[in-house]
């Protein structure tokens, strides 16, 4: 199982950026797919969740800015990024809980990374 981050990149204060991250690999059920990110000197932080049956999680500070949004036909999460500030440049990280088969206990799976930098 393997997911697949892209999108990062360069964006002025106030624009918009689009990540997604692709789960590939012999899936049976995803149970969740979130983002984090980690800036420079800090610690991981998950910034939005997506839990099957519930309604999206967000940090306190995306919220109004960030979507989180999950395509099930193709096991993808996207995250809709407005209104960006310095203060969002970190490496972001898609993670997914899933079930490899109906039986058996889930596991966690992490992307590679991908960088956003909000500069002017």
Do not use: H
């Not at 960006?84 to 590679?112: F, I």
């Amino acid at each position: 199982v393997q997911l697949q981050a892209s999108g990062g990149g360069l964006v002025q204060p106030g624009g918009s950026l689009q990540l997604s991250c692709a789960v590939s690999g012999s899936i049976f059920r995803i149970n969740v797919m979130a983002w984090y990110r980690q800036a420079p000197g800090k610690q991981r932080e998950l910034v939005a969740i997506n839990t099957s049956g519930l309604m999206p999680n967000y940090a306190d500070s995306v919220k109004g800015r960030f979507t989180i949004g999950r395509d099930r036909a193709d096991n993808t999460v996207y995250l809709q990024m407005n209104s960006l500030k310095p203060e969002d440049t970190a490496v972001y990280y898609c993670y997914a809980n899933a079930n490899r088969a109906r039986w058996g206990t889930s596991d966690d799976y992490w992307g590679q990374g991908t960088q956003v930098t909000v500069s002017s």
